[in-house]
């Protein structure tokens, strides 16, 4: 959680941190805050609140200077108000921090400056890096910032200003995010790419206690023994439009309406000629017993869908587990054991955690990520990419999307690896997937289907979504996305388990939204649906059988899909544009929803 950047050039620094604080918004918007350096002096304007909130106090406060930090906030420590907010100071002023990431000692660190004499101005954990920083301090910022990190434990992503270097900007990092971005006209830092791409595509990525000095016109990095690391800069392929909206008037719609695009880059990057080919060619499943998938949230829905496709398509064992659960569990895995990490993000600590965890065990991992030189991908044994572009809105629907298409992929190169299919079989479950983007540009036809019977839902108190099978994993990501934007209750259930408990929660009026695009399971399904309507309860019924007739209570979605088995793909979408219509309907804020964010960096 938390964003955050910086800048020393030869522009006007203000205007480029709040425009890169804009694009990190989604990473928490409780407060935000930023700390120029200028004429040898720090000045801190900092406000409780989203991004507007400083922007005003900024218009009654004007800082100017070539060379800042800003940062926007996730509370962890200390309610957000504008004292918790960063920068945070030094007693003497001399040093501004911003920090992403979880002090863990920073109470037995605090109480030992206490007893020094040095006053603490926030409840934060992050307060403890600036008071330490101007104790340690003697001079030399890079000696300064070497021994505050020897004294840190827990994770960090920090960006150091200091008085008495005022040309230099220091970054340093272990266990979350933090790019550097180079340019002509000055150099950044950053948690993530969209924040500077307006201004550079050439990114280096600092490794876990690498150091960074950033000058105007050069970037020098050093390791933590102080010897100099020469970095070759990476040039992005996501342009500065992909991470702006476009006309849109959300992100999330504008994500949700890039998915045949993010498809089909996404099979393509799979198939010969691809970048994700050779990696996935080069994957032996010979060599496994089993596969484990593990992530968190709407990723850990992909596994879902993941494990019902391998298991019908390849025979062959797999388990999905939430990343949070198999780090402390002690699952049964071995060298011969494939996990397999789904995150957007790639900065997940749950799915670092449990990626790390397989690998003590000697399993072999694969990542499925969509931002590039992300944690995950870079200590995965194996990393394909998702085509997905820069995510922005906080629920995921494009990144969703993608995943999924690579593992269709993946579960087709597996069945012909282990012989479950024959080469025109083969091919032909590929035909059906290149048939998918057209697929789902198709049913944006109808989007004011969904949009109507959404208007009639807003007001609803408690949502309820049935399935089975991966039409059951799929409705786990309908109830997730709808809780996560609209704030209106709702559960998943796999429809078999309804009447052993959930029913009773049926009365006048409930909504129930079911899919059926498993054709051998559609009339236990209709059955299930049946059973709701008798208890008073409305259905939306998302299928791809033609059986049933809508009623005053009954409405159909229909699904078409090629082939049964990418019917996932379909449905998924007509369930983010349900959400998004209620979320709509109710005025709620869509791309940023209370206490979320995008990138979940602490456990
Ligand atoms: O970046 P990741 O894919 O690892 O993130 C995992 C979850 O935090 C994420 O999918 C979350 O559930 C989304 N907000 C859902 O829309």
Redesign the pocket.
């Known amino acids: 959680m938390c964003g955050i950047i910086g800048y020393v050039g030869t522009e006007d620094t203000v205007p480029i941190i709040l425009e890169g604080l804009k694009k990190l918004e989604y990473r928490g918007y409780d407060s935000a805050g930023l700390a120029i350096l200028d004429r040898g002096a720090v000045s801190v304007v900092k406000q409780k609140g989203r991004l507007t909130a400083l922007e005003e106090a900024l218009r009654q406060n004007p800082l100017t200077g070539h060379i800042g930090i800003g940062h926007t906030r996730w509370a962890t420590h200390g309610e957000p108000s504008d004292t918790n907010s960063h920068p945070h100071l030094g007693s003497q002023r001399k040093i501004a921090i911003v920090h992403n990431g979880i002090i863990e000692n920073h109470r037995y660190l605090r109480e030992t400056l206490e007893r020094k004499g040095v006053v603490f101005h926030s409840e934060t954990d992050s307060e403890i890096v600036a008071q330490l920083a101007e104790y340690y301090h003697r001079g030399d910022i890079m000696d300064t910032v070497i021994r505050v990190t020897n004294a840190l434990e827990g994770s960090y992503a920090l960006g150091f200003l200091c008085a008495d270097d005022p040309d230099k900007l220091i970054a340093v990092r272990k266990d979350n995010p933090l790019i550097i971005g180079l340019s002509d006209g000055g150099n950044f830092i950053a948690s993530d790419v969209p924040a500077v791409l307006k201004h550079t595509n050439k990114i280096c990525y600092l490794e876990d206690r690498e150091i960074a000095v950033l000058e105007k016109d050069r970037v020098t990095f050093y390791s933590r023994d102080r010897e100099v690391i020469h970095k070759t800069p990476e040039t992005i392929s996501w342009n500065f439009e992909s991470a702006e909206k476009g006309g849109y008037k959300h992100f999330m719609f504008k994500e949700i309406m890039e998915q045949p695009r993010v498809l089909r880059d996404t099979i393509r990057s799979a198939l010969p000629g691809g970048t994700n080919h050779a990696v996935i060619e080069a994957l032996d499943i010979g060599r496994y017993s089993q596969i484990f998938f593990t992530?968190?949230?709407?990723?850990y829905n992909v596994s879902m869908v993941g494990k019902y496709v391998l298991e019908r398509l390849c025979r062959f064992p797999v388990t999905a587990d939430l990343a949070s659960e198999f780090r402390y569990r002690d699952a049964v895995i071995d060298a011969r054991t494939l996990v397999i990490v789904?995150?957007?993000?790639g900065?997940?600590a749950d799915?670092i955690a449990a990626l790390r965890e397989a690998k003590r065990k000697g399993a072999d991992t694969l990542a499925i990520v969509n931002v590039v030189g992300s944690t995950i991908a870079k200590e995965a044994d194996h990393t394909v990419y998702t085509m997905a572009g820069p995510e922005i809105a906080?629920?995921?629907t494009k990144?969703f999307s993608a995943q999924l298409a690579l593992l269709y992929l993946l579960a087709v190169r597996f069945a012909r690896g282990l012989g479950r299919v024959t080469p025109p079989e083969e091919a032909a479950l590929l035909a059906d997937l290149e048939e998918l983007p057209d697929q789902a540009e198709a049913l944006f036809a109808h989007v004011d289907r969904i949009q109507q019977y959404a208007a009639t839902c807003f007001n609803c108190k408690s949502i309820f979504f049935i399935g089975r099978n991966v039409d059951y994993a799929i409705a786990l990501e309908g109830s997730?996305?709808l809780k996560?934007i609209s704030y209106i209750h709702s559960e998943a259930y796999a429809g078999g388990e309804l009447k052993h408990g959930t029913i009773s929660l049926i009365e006048e009026g409930t909504l129930v939204v079911a899919i059926a695009c498993t054709e051998r399971l559609y009339g236990k399904t209709a059955s299930n649906v049946e059973q709701v309507l008798s208890r008073g309860a409305r259905v939306l019924f998302l299928t791809s059988s033609g059986e049933t007739e809508e009623t005053d209570c009954l409405s159909l979605l229909p699904i078409r899909p090629v082939s049964e088995w990418l019917a996932p793909s379909l449905s998924v979408i007509w369930l983010q544009l349900f959400s998004y219509y209620v979320a709509v309907y109710k005025g709620c804020d869509i791309d940023k929803p209370r206490n979320?964010a995008?990138?979940?960096t602490v456990e």
């Open positions: 992530a968190c949230g709407s990723a789904i995150s957007q993000s900065e997940t799915s906080v629920a995921t990144a997730l996305k996560e979320l995008k990138s979940v």
